[in-house]
Structures are given as structure tokens and as C-alpha cells.
């Protein structure tokens, strides 16, 4: 069994930037396998993020590359997401997960 929490939402002006954290507990030998930051929206599905793998190569979906940084510290068993330029249209619950284990979410707001 894994626990995520994730922390760092809120709200900001667009343009500005925030840094999420997930931390992971419990079975946490399952750290090093690849987690993930997915996304969702009110009214909208859940959607991909990030992703990054044990060997620490990281992908990023087209809406958020460029803009966003996925990493990892080991001895912290955190995962964390910053998120620069933001705009309101990256407004979410943001999720951690670490297959097949979700976190409870945190919430980011950008305000136009």
C-alpha cells in the first residue's frame, strides 16, 4: 500500500508560478518506478501531465512542455511540479499517482 499527498496549490495571477509536492509513504520501494502528474479540470476528464521514469528521463504533455519541470528526490520519496507562465486555462485539482495509487489532489487556480 502507497500513500501520496500532495501540497503547494493555490492561487496565483497568470504568468506567475507555483511548485506542487508529492510526497509518498507506505510501501515506498515502489518510489522508484515512474509517477506521473495528471490534471483535471471542472467539467473535463482527467489528463496527463507529466511523467517521470526511474532512470529520471521525464515527458510532458504538449499543453504544459516548455513551461513545466517534473522531479524527483529519492531520499525525500517526493515527487514535485513547477509550474511557470501559468495561464487560467491550467487551472485544475492536480494529482499525483504512483501505479496503480492516486493522491487526494491539490487544487490550482490562475487568475486572468
Known amino acids: 500500500q502507497v500513500q501520496l499527498v500532495e501540497s503547494g496549490g493555490g492561487l496565483v495571477q497568470a504568468g506567475g508560478s507555483l511548485r506542487l509536492s508529492c510526497v509518498a509513504s507506505g510501501s515506498i520501494f515502489r518510489f522508484n518506478n515512474a509517477m506521473g502528474w495528471y490534471r483535471q479540470a471542472p467539467g473535463k476528464l482527467r489528463e496527463w501531465v507529466a511523467t517521470?521514469?526511474?532512470?529520471?528521463?521525464?515527458n510532458y504533455a504538449a499543453s504544459v512542455k516548455g513551461r513545466f519541470t517534473i522531479s524527483r528526490d529519492n531520499a525525500k520519496n517526493t515527487v514535485y511540479l513547477q509550474m511557470n507562465s501559468l495561464k487560467p486555462e491550467d487551472t485544475a485539482v492536480y494529482y499525483c499517482?504512483?501505479?496503480?495509487?492516486w493522491g487526494q489532489g491539490t487544487q490550482v487556480t490562475v487568475s486572468a
Open positions: 499517482s504512483l501505479h496503480p495509487y
Open positions: 517521470i521514469q526511474s532512470g529520471d528521463s521525464t
